[in-house]
């Protein structure tokens, strides 16, 4: 397995973060996790292409996480408008509930009526367990609310050959997360609040250490930064709640699971 970091951000442009969306590779299979604004510019910096992705996976919808998908969707269909045939591969969705109606609402919003009824991207909907190729993915619904509206938010765990990685997406502290995370490998982990800063939105580096501690996790990478908090040392702040290896995410940086 091979983690690629593709964006570490938010909602805030800056030359050296754009936000959320990250690579697994799983035995030659290439998983998009997340797709904020940038993913697509980042996946060139690394040398893939649309066509190179298998499958990809959306923790929720707020747009710092899917503000690319309608412009990755339009990569394949206008492909095989343009060159009919030319796009070899397809690959799947996975989503929660109403990924679907949130692709089909956003091609009509922006008056780009090229989702509906095209057919050739199969979307899926979160089930307890999936099961693709040679490893499982499973999602866990997690609490995640902003501005006073509750999302449809999943931490994702995909497991394959006894390896174990999970993005948190945004979670609070939540028995969600917690058995999501149970001795994973590596846990991609959202840390945008400093300790004793958590909200109905997200974790603190408290939170995060507390979960990770308990959970047996191997190394945690922190990801979902704000600017506000450059100046935080959010590593040692989690150090303080777990024993094990934590590093501060950076985009386009790899690792070999």
């Known amino acids: 397995m ?4 593709l964006g570490t951000g938010t909602f805030f442009a800056n030359i050296n973060r754009t936000a959320s969306a990250f690579i697994l590779e799983i035995e030659n299979k290439k ?7 940038g993913t697509l510019v980042r996946l060139s910096q690394i040398g893939l292409s649309p066509e190179d992705l298998d499958y990809v996976f959306i923790t929720h919808f707020h747009p710092d996480h899917t503000s690319d998908l309608f412009p990755l969707f339009m990569n394949y269909r206008l492909s095989d408008l343009l060159v009919p045939g030319s796009v070899k591969k397809f690959p799947k969705f996975y989503g929660p509930e109403g990924l679907d109606k949130f692709l089909s609402a956003y091609s009509h919003n922006s008056e780009l009526l ?4 095209w057919g050739k991207i199969k979307v899926f909907e979160y089930q307890s367990l999936i099961n693709i190729d040679n490893y499982v993915v499973k999602p866990f619904k997690v609490d995640h609310s902003a501005f006073g509206l509750p999302a449809r938010a999943y931490a994702l765990r995909f ?3 006894n390896k174990v990685v999970v993005f948190s997406g945004d979670s609070t502290k939540c028995d969600g997360l917690q058995t999501a995370c149970q001795n994973a490998d590596i846990f991609v982990c959202d840390a945008s609040s400093p300790k004793n800063q958590a909200s109905p939105a997200h974790m603190d ?3 995060i250490g507390e979960i990770s501690q308990q959970s047996q996790v191997k190394k945690v990478i922190l990801t979902h930064f704000y600017p506000q908090y450059d100046d935080v040392d959010l590593v040692s702040q989690v150090k303080e709640k777990f024993s094990g290896e934590v590093i501060h995410g950076q985009d386009l940086t790899s690792f070999e699971i």
Do not use: F, H, R, V
């Open 2 to 5: 091979k983690l690629d970091i």
């Open 31 to 37: 998983i998009l996790i997340d797709c904020g604004p």
């Open 114 to 117: 090229a989702y509906d009824a």
């Open 159 to 161: 497991e394959s050959n």
């Open 205 to 207: 580096t408290y939170d």
